[in-house]
Each structure stands twice: as structure tokens, then as C-alpha cells.
């Protein structure tokens, strides 16, 4: 099993940018589909992003469309989630995730990061 570990969150203003990394431990992480949730205040935990193992195909959120690009390096055992464009609706708790394909990871992960905090100001 993989293990993630997210980092790159932080506080910006709206109309910025940050890059999300999460790095995975463990043999098998490039077997994998990764993806990135999140959760805002009050609210249920929503897809964000996902990426096949080989970085073929990616999906997205219609909310972050055109905004953010997720990515992989299979070699560095990392996935990244570069947000562009930020605002203030997309504060949230950003979640690293792992599944055994991309239907799995963009709909039910099989292992989760602790997450990290992205606050927009506006």
C-alpha cells in the first residue's frame, strides 16, 4: 500500500497561484491513479482532480477547469496539483489520493494524505 504525504499549501491572494505536491512512499506508486480532493468549511469533501498511472489521461472538476493542471513524476514518487487563477471559493483542505485505477481514485480513493490548508483572500 502507498502512503501520501501533502505539502505546498499556504495563504495567497485571489488571482494567484500555488503548486500542491504529494509525495508517496512505498514500491508500486507508479501502479497507481492519483488524484486531489478537497473540502471547504461545512461542506463535503468534492473531487478535484485525478491522473492516470502513466499520465495519460486527466480529469477535472468543471469548478477548476482551465485553472488547474494536475500532474505526475513516476521517478519522484510525486504528484502535483499547479492552481492557477486562484479564488476565493477554492479555500479548502486539499487531499492527496491513491487508486488502483482512475474510476477508483475520482470516485472512491483507497488511501488518503492528511491534506493541507489553501486559503484565498480575496
Known amino acids: 500500500q502507498v502512503q501520501l504525504v501533502e505539502s505546498g499549501g499556504g495563504l495567497v491572494q485571489a488571482g494567484g497561484s500555488l503548486r500542491l505536491s504529494c509525495a508517496a512512499s512505498g514500491r508500486t506508486f507508479s501502479r497507481y491513479a492519483m488524484g486531489w480532493f478537497r473540502q471547504a468549511p461545512g461542506k463535503e469533501r468534492e473531487f478535484v482532480a485525478a491522473?492516470?498511472?502513466?499520465?495519460?489521461?486527466?480529469l477535472y472538476a468543471d469548478s477548476v477547469k482551465g485553472r488547474f493542471t494536475i500532474s505526475r513524476d513516476n521517478a519522484k514518487n510525486t504528484v502535483y496539483l499547479q492552481m492557477n487563477s486562484l479564488k476565493p471559493e477554492d479555500t479548502a483542505v486539499y487531499y492527496c489520493?491513491?487508486?488502483?485505477?482512475?474510476?477508483?481514485?475520482?470516485?472512491?480513493?483507497?488511501?488518503w494524505g492528511q491534506g493541507t490548508q489553501v486559503t484565498i483572500s480575496s
Open positions: 491522473i492516470t498511472w502513466i499520465g495519460g489521461n486527466t
Open positions: 489520493a491513491a487508486g488502483e485505477n482512475f474510476r477508483v481514485v475520482a470516485t472512491t480513493p483507497d488511501t
